[in-house]
C-alpha cells in the first residue's frame, strides 16, 4: 500500500466555484426503461483506471448526491464516474426502475433467481416490500447497458455506493477495501449476512472483476456530503492501495 498523500493536497486541487455543474467530459453510455440517459463521465485523456458508481437503487438518493458533490468538487478525475445507474428509479423514489425491477437483483450472474426480492421499508424492519428481479438475468437495459460498459472499460477495480448498511464489503477483503474501512471508519467485512442473488457483486466475483461495495451508514444527505475527503481521494488518485490482489 502507497503512503497517504497530505489531504492539503487534495483540498488545493478543489475548486469550489465549479460546484454548481458537472464540467467533465460525459457520454451517453445506453438508455432506462423511460428513455431517460444512462450518462458516464470520464477523465479528460478518457483512461480509466477504475469505476465508481451510485443510484443503483432509486430509494439510495444520498449515494448520488455524495458522488456528485465529489465528482463537481474536482477539476481532474483518474477514474470513470457513473452518478445514476436508476435514473428513474431515482426520479420516482422507487428502489426498483420504472418496471419495479431492482437492478441489483437483475445482473446476469449464475445465482440469478426469479423469486421475488423482498426489502424493508423502514431500515431494521421486516422485509415486506416486492420487487422483482427481472424476467431474466440482465432484462433491463440498464442493467444490460452496466455490464456493456465494465466489459468496454475494463476497470481495475469498481466501487460501488449504496447505503444504508454502514460496511464496507469484498469478499476478497482487497488492500483497497482495507484502505476504504480504513479512511471512513466503517467495519470491512466478506458478507453482508444474508444472499444477495443476481447481485452485481455476484456477477464482478464469478468474473475476477474487483468490485467493493461502499454501504454508506443512515445518516442525513448533509451528514453524507460532509464525508467527502475519501471520495476526493479516489476521484483524484491520491493514497488508496492500486493492486487488486489481496
Keep these: 500500500m502507497r503512503p497517504r498523500k497530505r489531504m492539503t493536497t487534495v483540498a488545493a486541487r478543489i475548486e469550489p466555484q465549479r460546484r454548481g455543474c458537472i464540467t467533465h467530459p460525459q457520454r451517453v453510455y445506453g438508455t432506462a426503461v423511460s428513455g431517460a440517459a444512462l450518462r458516464i463521465f470520464m477523465p479528460a485523456d478518457s483512461r480509466v483506471t477504475g469505476l465508481l458508481i451510485a443510484g443503483q437503487h432509486g430509494d439510495e438518493p444520498e449515494t448520488t448526491v455524495l458522488l456528485s458533490t465529489a465528482l ?24 426498483g426502475n420504472l418496471r419495479g425491477v431492482d437492478l441489483n437483483r437483475n445482473c ?4 440469478w433467481q426469479p423469486a421475488p426480492v423482498y426489502y424493508p421499508w423502514y431500515t431494521g424492519e421486516v422485509n415486506e416490500v416486492e420487487l422483482s428481479p427481472g424476467e431474466a438475468p440482465g432484462s433491463e437495459p440498464e442493467t444490460r447497458a452496466l455490464i456493456s460498459l465494465i466489459e468496454e472499460l475494463d476497470p481495475d477495480w469498481i466501487v460501488s455506493l449504496h447505503s444504508r448498511l454502514a460496511c464496507v464489503d469484498d469478499p476478497l477483503a482487497t488492500p483497497m477495501a482495507h484502505w476504504l474501512a480504513e479512511q471512513s471508519g466503517l467495519p470491512l467485512v466478506t458478507d ?15 468474473r475476477e472483476r474487483l468490485l467493493i461495495t461502499f454501504e454508506l451508514p443512515d445518516l442525513s444527505i448533509v451528514a453524507v456530503r460532509r464525508r467527502l475527503s475519501m471520495l476526493l481521494e479516489i476521484l483524484l488518485g491520491d493514497g488508496q492501495p492500486t493492486a487488486a490482489a489481496p
Design 108 to 111: 446476469p450472474a449464475a445465482n
Design 72 to 95: 463537481r468538487s474536482v477539476s481532474e478525475l483518474t477514474c470513470a464516474v457513473v452518478t445514476a445507474v436508476n435514473p428513474d428509479g431515482l426520479t420516482l423514489g422507487t428502489r
Design 192 to 206: 453482508i449476512g444474508y444472499p444477495t442473488p443476481g447481485s452485481l457483486g455476484s456477477w464482478a466475483l464469478e
